[in-house]
T-cell receptor, first 115, second 111 residues
Framework: EAGVVQSPRYKIIEKKQPVAFWCNPI?????LYWYRQNLGQGPELLIR????????DSQLPKDRFSAERLKGVDSTLKIQPAELGDSAVYLC?????????????FGEGSRLTVL | DAKTTQPPSMDCAEGRAANLPCNHS???????VYWYRQIHSQGPQYIIH???NNETNEMASLIITEDRKSSTLILPHATLRDTAVYYC????????????FGKGITLSVRP
């Protein structure tokens, strides 16, 4: 079974530029998460989707961050414009809504460097 | 969700058991203890979870004290590939509850 696929793995941009990250969850997983992980810290939840609906986006900085999950499968996370403080690893995860084990499957992440 | 406390780091010798402690003194009756680990440059990986009984799977064992205020993750025969950050997380089971990561404990397995 293919795991969660993210791209790009690495991205270097200058501040004020836009950037987008893409995530393809495990087939059949209804729930999709975007996390941000700063250096030396644990991942922090940005947004959670149940199918196409964003059910928890309370931690998403909405002035510059946006996300979408069209058709309830793939998802894109966008930052525009990027700031120096946005340098981090952006992790996507997915899980089966119906399962209560709490097992999230994570991708390898997209490492963003803002210069 | 209840907060957890873990030491920042520990090490163990390859082939020996690694016992990773976690304190969760404010845990509620319906909260589970989860463990994830994150190997360098990878996303976190689920290891195990439990409510009050001890649990074992192919990766590790989870020992939860009777009062549920602390737990220990045991890797019975640590290998160099077990070097990672291990996160102890407490949460209510179910897709609607958040998985909130702390800083975790860095385990270094030495040859």
């Amino acid at each position: 079974e293919a795991g969660v696929v993210q791209s790009p793995r690495y991205k270097i941009i200058e501040k004020k530029q836009p950037v987008a990250f893409w995530c393809n969850p495990i087939s059949g997983h209804n729930t999709l998460y975007w996390y941000r992980q700063n250096l030396g810290q644990g991942p922090e939840l940005l947004i959670r989707y149940e199918n196409e609906e964003a059910v928890d986006d309370s931690q998403l900085p909405k002035d510059r961050f946006s996300a979408e999950r069209l058709k309830g499968v793939d998802s894109t996370l966008k930052i525009q414009p990027a700031e120096l403080g946005d340098s981090a690893v952006y992790l996507c995860a997915s899980s089966l809504f119906a399962r209560n084990t709490g097992e999230l499957f994570f991708g390898e992440g997209s490492r963003l460097t803002v210069l | 969700d209840a907060k957890t406390t873990q030491p920042p780091s520990m090490d163990c010798a390859e082939g020996r058991a690694a016992n990773l402690p976690c304190n969760h003194s404010t845990i509620s009756g319906n909260e589970y203890v989860y463990w994830y680990r994150q190997i360098h440059s990878q996303g976190p990986q689920y290891i195990i979870h439990g409510l009050k009984n001890n649990e074992t799977n192919e990766m590790a064992s989870l020992i939860i004290t009777e009062d549920r205020k602390s737990s220990t993750l045991i890797l019975p025969h640590a290998t160099l590939r077990d070097t990672a950050v291990y996160y102890c997380i407490v949460r209510v089971a179910g897709a609607n509850s958040k998985l909130t990561f702390g800083k975790g404990i860095t385990l270094s397995v030495r040859p």
